[in-house]
């Protein structure tokens, strides 16, 4: 597929076939992930597959527990993928703390993102999810406390496909050589 084709229909899916997804099509999106790039080749990630439904199971009573449980349709999802973040390296620790940047969020963005196109790129639907227990989602993965689950990407082959959601146009976010 080509990639502005990609970008142009990839959607946050929600619903998914009850179908698992092949490890190796989890690994080619973890693939695109891995080449991503990061501030001061930092590779700020760790991805964590959840892939058997016993653990996936066990996983989502503690990270939609409470008042995240409107995320308990990802249970649904034959994969999440937990994504793992560390600080980076010294050098990119050093740019976050003066340009008072967290570059490597940014960078989890930029490799997540990766992630989601490939696997649309697959045949795929995916949908990031922020609204999650971290604290039980790391505890359950027995974390360091260095180590934090930032996201989740829920990832199966789509039941639905979502309509397009309105975008700004071009003239109301962009400016040149001035901000409007």
Not at 44 to 66: L, N, R, T
Not at 135 to 161: C, M, N, Q, R, W
């Amino acid at each position: 597929m080509e990639l502005e084709k990609v970008i142009q229909e990839r959607r946050s899916v929600r619903k998914y076939q009850e179908k698992p997804v092949e490890r190796e099509k989890i690994n080619a999106c973890l693939d695109a992930a891995r080449l991503a790039p990061s501030a001061c080749n930092s590779q700020p990630w760790h991805y964590i597959v959840i892939d058997d439904p016993k653990v996936k199971e066990d996983f989502c009573k503690e990270a939609f527990s409470g008042v995240y449980a409107m995320s308990k349709w990802a249970e649904k999802a034959p994969v999440l993928v937990a994504v793992v973040s560390d600080k980076g390296n010294f050098t990119s620790r050093i740019g976050n703390f003066f340009r008072r940047t967290e570059f490597y969020l940014v960078d989890q963005g930029i490799s997540g993102e990766h992630f989601v196109l490939r696997a649309h790129d697959l045949g795929l639907g995916t949908c990031w999810i922020g609204w999650l227990n971290s604290d039980k989602a790391e505890k359950f993965f027995h974390l360091p406390k260095s180590k934090k689950i930032e996201h989740l990407i829920a990832v199966g082959y789509p039941a639905e496909t979502p309509d397009p959601r309105p975008r700004e146009t071009l003239e109301n976010m962009v400016s040149y050589n001035e901000y409007k």
